[in-house]
């Protein structure tokens, strides 16, 4: 059965004076003068947050790592650490954590003391859902998710971060965002705060 649904017949007031069309643009004109929150980008960009998702990066050996697990990773894999370079230790517990494991190509080589590194670690975008269970899976704070998220290229090959593109992005990291607390945003209670007074129905946000 189809239920008929009717709209509420205008007035004679409403009819004669667009009393809709009035309120409409009362609207309109009100959010015309209020303080702007969207960004005109690509013209005007913010800076994403500290947790966010973008492309991924190896954070390098910088005398920061997370000890003792660092420590002992590199022991257990005998794994050369050289100042600057990746601190992987290849593992492949980002690869067994990954639900699509084909897009990581990770191989370490023998070095002449016996030691190992890590000498391929390939990524392929195009086949990421950047879950993020992979960064989790990480047990010396290596592989990370940067505040990259321009990604677009020209061929399918720009897709893929190699071993130097994920160093540079980290080195990038570490020199521009180590540092900052770990907040959800940059400036986050001038953020709410603005969210706030364009919505004074939700709760005033506390410092
Ligand atoms: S973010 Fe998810 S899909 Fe992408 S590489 Fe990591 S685990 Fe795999
Ligand atoms: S989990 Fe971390 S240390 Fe292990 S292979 Fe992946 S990036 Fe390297």
Redesign the pocket.
């Known amino acids: 059965m189809v239920k008929k649904v009717f709209e509420k017949p205008l007035s004679w007031i409403e009819r004669i004076f667009f009393l809709d069309f009035v309120r409409g643009l009362s609207i309109t004109i009100r959010q015309a003068f209020r303080r702007t929150i969207t960004t005109h980008y690509p013209y005007e960009k913010l800076t994403p947050p500290k947790r966010f998702?973008g492309f991924?990066g190896h954070k390098v050996v910088d005398g920061n790592e997370p000890q003792p697990a660092f420590e002992e990773w590199v022991e257990r894999f005998k794994i050369q650490v050289e100042p600057g370079k990746s601190r992987c230790v290849v593992c492949m517990l980002?690869?067994r954590?990954?639900?699509?494991?084909q897009?990581?190509e990770i191989e370490g080589e023998k070095l002449p003391d016996g030691r190992r590194r890590v000498s391929l670690f390939n990524?392929n975008?195009m086949?990421?859902?950047?879950?993020?269970?992979?960064?989790?899976?990480c047990p010396v704070d290596c592989?990370f998710?940067s505040d990259i998220h321009e990604t677009a290229g020209y061929t399918r090959k720009d897709s893929v971060l190699d071993l130097q593109t994920l160093e540079r992005i980290g080195r990038d990291w570490q020199r521009r965002r180590e540092e900052e607390p770990d907040r959800i945003w940059i400036d986050d209670y001038q953020r709410q705060r603005l969210w706030y007074e364009n919505n004074p129905h939700l709760p005033e946000v506390k410092r």
């Not at 954590?97 to 494991?101: Q, Y």
């Open positions: 998702r991924f980002c690869k954590a990954c639900p699509v494991p897009l990581f990524m975008m086949l990421c859902t950047f879950c993020g269970f992979c960064v989790d899976a592989l998710q």
